[in-house]
């Protein structure tokens, strides 16, 4: 899995990564340091991967391509 910060989800919405197929990114509570993170899915990978867990709190869509 790919957690990536708030400030790289957000350069990755913006098309800064445009090379990379992202599909979708999650926002969650790090169960680690309680912190949000944020889970980045590609293309060709489960859409739903981020799903509630004891590692994975309180998961949502922060982004989703456009279908």
């Given at each position: ?23 979708k ?28 867990s ?9 982004w989703?391509?456009?279908?």
């Amino acid at each position: 899995m790919a957690t990536v910060s708030k400030s790289i989800a957000d350069k990755i919405i913006a098309g800064e990564f445009a090379e990379d197929p992202v599909i979708k990114i999650v926002k969650y509570r790090n169960a680690f340091d309680g912190e949000d993170s944020y889970g980045v899915i590609y293309k060709g990978e489960d859409p739903e991967k981020y799903k509630a867990s004891p590692f994975v709190i309180n998961p949502m869509t922060y982004w989703e391509v456009a279908k």
